[in-house]
Every structure is written in structure tokens, then in C-alpha cells.
Nanobody
Framework: QVQFVESGGSLVQPGESLRLSCVTS????????MGWYRQAPGKQRELVAS???????MYADSVKGRFTIFRDNVLNTMYLRMISLKPEDTAVYYC?????????WGQGTQVTVSS
């Protein structure tokens, strides 16, 4: 059974940093393209960053230069390093394949940026 478990979210002030983690199980992690997604209150879920199994990286314009996606295939874990956080980054963050698979959504991790 495929499972993604996100962690690392927190309440932070604008300008601070966080690192999110996504631990995967039930599959050979290195064989799949992955993505970080987020859903803010009242908005649709959106793709924040993607990382292919071949190492190709893409970012949403809103996070370019501030977020870094990377993975450790030995630990079956993907990360999202976020710096210079803004209030508009407030959302529940999820990991999934890219493109996302409906059945694989986890609980996500809450990131709140507020002073």
C-alpha cells in the first residue's frame, strides 16, 4: 500500500524558514516523479514544486528563489526547504506523485506564516 506522510509544518513569522519532509512507503521511491502541493483556505490545491526521477526540477513562480525541493532515494524521503516565508505561503502542504494520484493524498502538514 502506497503511503505518503508529511511533516515539518509549523507556525512561523514572515521571513523565517522551514523544512518539510515527506516519507514514502509501499513503493520504489526512486522510480517516480514527485511533487509538493499546497492548499490554502478557500483555494484549490496547487503544485508548488516538482522533482522528476531524473532530477528535473520545476517551481511555481510564486516560490521561485525561496523554495528548494530535493529527495533522498535511500531514505525514501522528499524535502521542501522554504526560506523567506510570506503570509501568502500559509496552507496545508502535501506530497504526491507528479502528476498527482487521487488515492495517494495524505493528511498534509500545516504551514502558517503570521506575525
Amino acid at each position: 500500500q502506497v503511503q505518503f506522510v508529511e511533516s515539518g509544518g509549523s507556525l512561523v513569522q514572515p521571513g523565517e524558514s522551514l523544512r518539510l519532509s515527506c516519507v514514502t512507503s509501499g513503493r520504489i521511491f526512486s522510480l517516480y516523479d514527485m511533487g509538493w502541493y499546497r492548499q490554502a483556505p478557500g483555494k484549490q490545491r496547487e503544485l508548488v514544486a516538482s522533482l522528476s526521477r531524473g532530477g528535473i526540477i520545476m517551481y511555481a513562480d510564486s516560490v521561485k528563489g525561496r523554495f528548494t525541493i530535493f529527495r533522498d532515494n535511500v531514505l525514501n524521503t522528499m524535502y521542501l526547504r522554504m526560506i523567506s516565508l510570506k503570509p501568502e505561503d500559509t496552507a496545508v502542504y502535501y506530497c504526491n506523485e507528479h502528476p498527482a494520484i487521487m488515492d495517494y493524498w495524505g493528511q498534509g502538514t500545516q504551514v502558517t506564516v503570521s506575525s
